[in-house]
Structure formats: C-alpha cells, structure tokens
C-alpha cells in the first residue's frame, strides 16, 4: 500500500530573502547555525565577532572597531577594500559592504542566522562562502518598556532605550541607542547614534504590513588601531606617537526603509513582497603628508566621499501540493556608489608624482540587478526529503569617472564611461533522511559567485596614479561546496543535548586579485586578474545543552584546512617602494591561504549558582596560522577566558538584571589580527617586524543593568 500526503506530514519551505521564517531542522539540507535574542543578551557583544564566535566556521578578522565578516576561510587573503565573499542581509536589505566592514545597531538585533556554503541560490553575487542574515527585533503584540546602561573600560558607554506596545489592530517597537568609547589604540575613539523602529498593521486575519525605519548617525577617529611589526606590537601595542592612520574622521550617516506586505491564502499559500531603500554616506579625510619637513604627519591631504545608495523590490510567493513545498521569487535592486576625493594642499610622493590643492577625481559605479528564484522540496517518504534550489541572475554594471587635474601649467577635465554585464546561474541540490525521531542526516551541493568590481575591470580609469591596467576579460570568481552533516538530539542525564556536525569541501575557482601579489605595485604594469584557486576543507561541531538546567554550555569547534590548489607566481613588494629592484617571487602553490587557524574553539558556560545569580565563564582558543600567503610568518596560537555575573530579580511589576563582566580574565596579551604583504619597514627582508598588527586591549571591565518595565 503506497503513502498517501497525509501520511507524510506538512512541509514547507523556509527559505527566503525577505524575512527570516525560521529554519525547520527536519528538512535543512545545509549547515544553518541561528543565534537567538537570549545567546546575544548574553554575550552582550561588543563588535559582531563576539557573538559570532559561538557559532562554528567563521573565520572573521577583527581591528580595532571594525570587523570583516569571513566564513570557512574562503577569501582570506583580502582585507582592504573587497566584499569579504559572505552575503550580509539586515531585514532583507541586501547591504552592500563598505570594503567587507558591516555597520549597524548591535543592540537592536533580535536573532542572526549563519548560512554555510555558497548561498548565491538565495542572494545571487558575494554570497562565494554563505550568508549572514540579521533580523532587528520585531514589534510584537505586548506592552514593554526597557532601558539598559553600560559601562565599561576606555570610558565604554552603551545607552539603550525601548519600548513595544500592542493591540489588535498593530504592534510597534521603538529602540534608541548611544554606544561610544575613547579606545584603546591610539586614534581610535568612536561614536553609534541611532534610533529604530517597526510598526506592524494587521489589514485583517489573512494579511500585515510591516514598515521598518532604522536611522544611525557614526564616527570613527580612524580605522587602524594596529601597529607595524612584533617588537612595536610588544613595546607600543597602542601605536601611540607614531605616524597617523590613513584615513581619519570617518563620518557616517546611515538610514534604512523597508516596507513588508505580507498575505496568507485560504489554499495555503503565502506572498511576502518587501520594497527598501538603504543608505550610507561615507566622509574621511585620507592622506596624511609631512608638509613642514619635520619627519612628522601634520596634515590630512584629501577629503573624501563614499555614498552608497541602493534600493529594491522583492517578492516571493511560496505554497504545497501534497509531497511538494515551493516558493518562487522575484528580485530587483540598483546600487551606486558614489566614490570622490578633492586635494587639500600640494605635495609631492616620490616615484609617484605631484599632486595640486584642487585636484579632484569622482568615480559613480551602478549595479543593476535582476533575479528569479526558486526552491522546491519534496517528500519522498516519510524518512527522505529532498529539496533543490536555483536562481539566475542578470547584474549590469555602468562606471563612470570624472577627472579635474592639473599638470602644473594648466587645469583640464576628463571623462570616462565604461559598462559591463554578467549572467550567473546557481543552484543548490541536497537531501535529509530521518535516521529517527531525534536524528538527520544530511547532504548538499551549492554555489557561490562573485562577478568582477568595476574597479577590478577598469583598474587604469578607477585610479591610474596605481600603474594599473584595464582588463575586461575578467572571470567571475565562483564556489562550488560539498557538504554532509549529522544533528539531533540526545538525552544525557536527564539533560537535553542537540548537536549538529558536518564536513565540507569548498572548491574556489578563478579567483580576482592583484597578478603580481596581493596590494603588489612596483611601477609597472600590475593589474587584476584571475590569479588561482583554491580548497578550503572542514570540520564543524555544535554542541547545545538545556538553558533551562542548573548547568549548561554551548560548544563550537571548527576545524579548517584552506591552502591554494594553484596560483600565479606571487612577488612581494620589496624596498624600495614602487620600484621592481629587489623583489622576490614565489610558488605558493599548496600553501595556506592567510589568517585560517586550523583549530579553534569556543566554550560558553552557564551555572545558576542561586535562584538569582548566574555565572558564565567562557573561553576561546585557536590555533597558530600563517600572516601572509608566502607562508613566511607564523603567528602563535592564543587563549583567552571570559567571565559574566548577572543578578535578576522583580522591583514593583518590573524585572531588573545587573550585570558585571570582564574579557580576558588573565590579561593575556595576543594579537586580534595579523596583516602582512608587503616590506614595510624597508629592510629589503619580509618578516614578522612587516606585519601589521592589531594587539588586544588585555584585561578590560564592564558594569550595567538593564530594567524591562
């Protein structure tokens, strides 16, 4: 006798652009890892990577207040102005990356879903490794107000108002918020305004609309917190007195608009369509030059301007038949970067050339993209499901530059346009089987793309002063993932465990990159091009226990191995600078790709040591990994503990927790990030007195509480 639909249960599909719909771990045939409202309160993160940690695979790098977002070591080789190859989605605003650094309220984050493997089936160009996708809290149906207030080491300041509120008809929530500190590197204080808010009306009981308002006003005296070279990184960890950062004074305003409608059908069927609109105008000073011959930086010589917009329209419409669960989507978007620096003063860089107060450059890059998309999942049997996706993408690109220039007698203007277009297809296939009622098997195969910057293509037009040429022959980079994996749940002494672990291949063809070397430029003709590929290969493990118990832990270890499967011959930029005299080439054939420890480890712990107190010790260690892609310099392997005491407790009809923490217990010393490519201190030798790097504050306090009412 055959199985009948009803026999097999409901399915459904959960995938989605526009909103996160939870993730049914019965049916997810990829690795997809959710950190709730309750872990983030917990951590309490200060920068993303805090909170990210706890989930296995992400391979993040970390300076002073900024983070880039890498999963599975997959594009670790960048780390200056490139999309870090992980698709960043807040509320279904695709947001466009400002060279891999994300920005947003870090208070006002409901839950994160990690997305592992290439997720370009879902969100189309840069998701090469996966997706992180953050979902702002919500306006539910309830009355409740909160305040918090933090305080911390380096005159840390977090300040957080809400409130929510409820009936029949709508639910709003309202959040504002400062975050701000002095810093611990030098030139490094910074500054988080923001307010933000939802507002849901319920047309009736089939259909809502949500309209989300998110505005940020941001400063940064400098990116850098770093120093160059071990011994400085031993003697002067917070570069102070040394030469100025790059850029300085960042300035940011950023504002974010959504607008979901969303209608259930009488068969079942579900149609979300959400419109938005994002935006982040970007001001710095760069260029810091010795203009009164004291060896000493005493001014900034440029003022610049990096305005993103983007906008778009998505739709999806999702139902089943039976065995069968679909959804099919629509995705339309533009995004322009507007990209332009004026000269301050005059000055002078040898083999480089002068440059004039007045001289101004503007580049405009458009993305056009248009997408379709589908998911289909099937019920094969009561055990067996599988599932497959695919999406098309069609991205246009228009680059436009304008050049004001003076060439010491007369001032002249130039211009230049340039187009191109790419037509991508992924695709994702996988499976689940039901070894039992607590056990999942399962299995996938998906792909990432990531198509060729403006800037990478019309490398001469974006910036000609770097001896670069134009190469529109450039391929787009892709992935492509193998994935297995095994979660459920066990019981261990009456004690609920889930887990889920997975081993995985990612395959990196024709990746993007500099033909001589990572940043390399000597004075010739060095451009873009497709340099190699790479594997990059895993191990993943979580491990949850019952919050609920006396005790419990979350567990995330991850084990990589990402080496170059073949590469150009790679030069490294020896003193002096620009100039090829010198420089060495390599076969880097086989080696680790930068920054990958092969082990790293994360343990949170939790004891309610009273029915009001509870401890949460923590603690992270990860192996040692190589600085560069020559494989020169090793760094050492680090361990830090963390420790967290909060007491909860009912003043009037309100509930008060206070909380105390300190990172790094033992005040060990370590190093966040290492950075190296290049000679930096001109010694015609590359070592670890090259590298730059970010050490850790050491041992740092923070003190709060947080009252709902």
Not at 156 to 184: E, P, Q, R, W
Not at 320 to 349: C, H, P, Q
Request: charged residues 25%; aromatic residues 14%; proline residues 2%.
């Amino acid at each position: 006798m055959g199985l009948s639909a009803a026999d097999l249960g409901t399915i459904n599909v959960e995938s989605s652009t526009i909103t996160d719909l939870g993730t049914d771990q019965k049916t997810e045939v990829s690795t997809v890892n959710v950190i709730d409202e309750k872990t983030i309160e917990t951590v309490d993160p200060k920068n993303i990577n805090q909170v990210l940690n706890t989930v296995p695979g992400i391979t993040a790098d970390v300076r002073s207040n900024v983070v880039e977002i890498h999963i599975r070591g997959v594009a670790q080789q960048e780390f200056m102005w490139e999309d870090t190859g992980v698709a960043v989605v807040i509320d279904g605003v695709p947001v466009l990356q400002n060279g891999g650094k994300v920005k947003f309220n870090l208070d006002d984050i409901e839950s994160i879903k990690v997305i592992k493997g290439g997720a370009s089936y879902l969100y189309g160009r840069n998701a090469l490794a996966g997706a992180v996708i953050i979902t702002t809290k919500k306006a539910k149906n309830k009355d409740e107000k909160s305040i918090k207030a933090e305080y911390g080491s380096y005159a840390y300041k977090d300040l957080v108002a809400s409130i929510m509120h409820g009936s029949d008809k709508y639910s709003f929530n309202i959040n504002a918020n400062y975050n701000g500190t002095h810093g611990y590197w030098y030139q490094s204080s910074n500054y988080t305004k923001s307010a933000n808010g939802k507002l849901q009306y319920y047309i009736d009981d089939m259909s809502d609309i949500t309209l989300g308002v998110s505005i940020t006003r941001k400063y940064d005296e400098s990116s850098r917190g770093s120093v160059t070279g071990v011994t400085e990184a031993e003697t002067n960890p917070k570069g102070e007195d040394g030469d100025w950062a790059w850029n300085s004074d960042y300035y940011s305003d950023i504002d974010k608009y959504f607008i979901t409608y969303s209608k259930d059908f009488e068969n079942g069927g579900n149609l979300k369509v959400n419109t938005y609109y994002y935006e982040d105008l970007y001001n710095f000073l760069s260029s810091p030059q010795d203009l009164n011959g004291d060896g000493n930086d005493d001014t900034y010589t440029s003022d610049n301007n990096e305005n993103i917009k983007q906008y778009g329209l998505k739709s999806e419409y999702r139902a089943e038949k039976g065995s069968l669960a679909y959804m099919f989507g629509l995705d339309l978007g533009e995004r322009k970067l507007d990209d332009s620096w004026v000269k301050l003063d005059t000055y002078t860089i040898p083999y480089r050339g002068t440059y004039y107060e007045g001289e101004s450059s503007e580049s405009i890059s458009k993305e056009k993209n248009s997408a379709i998309y589908t998911e289909a999942k099937y019920k094969i049997n009561t055990k067996l499901t599988a599932v497959f996706n695919a999406r098309l993408d069609y991205t246009k690109y228009d680059y436009d530059v304008n050049a004001h220039d003076y060439n010491g007698t007369v001032w002249s203007d130039s211009s230049i346009s340039r187009e191109k277009s790419f037509t991508n297809f992924s695709y994702r296939v996988g499976s689940t089987y039901d070894i039992n009622n607590n056990t999942t098997l399962y299995a996938n195969i998906s792909t990432g793309f990531r198509n060729p910057r403006t800037e990478d293509i019309y490398a001469h037009d974006f910036d000609p002063d770097r001896y670069s040429q134009n190469n529109t022959d450039l391929k787009t980079e892709t992935t492509l993932t193998y994935e297995i994996g095994l979660r459920g749940t066990k019981s261990v002494v009456d004690t609920r465990i889930s887990y889920e672990a997975s081993v995985y291949q990612i395959d990196t063809k024709d990746i993007i990159g500099r033909i001589g070397g990572t940043y390399y430029s000597n004075g010739a003709n060095t451009y873009y091009d497709n340099i190699g590929d790479a594997r990059n290969r895993g191990f993943e493990l979580s491990i949850k226990s019952d919050r609920n118990k006396k005790a419990a832990f979350d567990l995330a270890y991850t084990y990589l191995n990402a080496y170059y499967t073949s590469h150009k011959p790679f030069t490294v930029d020896l003193a002096p600078t620009y100039r090829a005299t010198g420089d060495e080439t390599y076969d880097i054939n086989g080696n680790q790709l930068p920054r990958t420890p092969h082990h790293k480890i994360n343990l949170m712990t939790y004891f309610k040591v009273a029915p009001k107190w509870t401890l949460i010790p923590s603690y992270y260690w990860q192996s040692s990994y190589y600085a560069d892609e020559t494989n020169f310099v090793k760094m050492s392997s680090y361990g830090y503990a963390n420790l967290k005491v909060t007491y909860n407790t009912k003043i009037k009809k309100g509930s008060l927790e206070v909380f105390a923490r300190v990172d790094n217990v033992f005040d060990k010393q370590y190093y966040r990030t290492v950075y190296l490519f290049s000679d930096r201190n001109n010694d015609g030798v590359l070592d670890a007195e090259d590298a730059s790097i970010t050490v850790d504050p050491g041992r740092v306090y923070y003190i709060g509480f947080k009252y709902k009412f």
